[in-house]
């Protein structure tokens, strides 16, 4: 009687258990105390203004130097530093922490 017992309530919790089928991220408003960290850029585009076309200058080396691709963009809540590491940009391409805007819903203006 106690092994029906355990196989009915094992079955029962296997069949009640219900995945969860959301896999969407979770939605965080923009915030200056939300994106606060330490980013380094892996994609960059240009879109002209008034244009659909949206251009790859991550890839182009006359557009994005190749010794900013390891370099690292550091925001607190007020302001950005740009930090030149790994291999160093002539001259050295860091910049003192700047003031940043929020250009509300979805736009990071800096100056880097």
Known sequence: MKKLILTFSIVTIIVACKKNEDNTAPSLPLTKSNIAGTYKVTAATFTPSGSPLAFNVFDDTTAYKVCKKDDLLIFDTTNYTYSDV???????????????????????IYGG
């Open 86 to 108: 790994g291999t160093i940009c002539s001259p050295n391409g860091s910049v003192s922490p700047s003031p940043y805007t929020l250009k509300l819903p979805d736009t990071l």
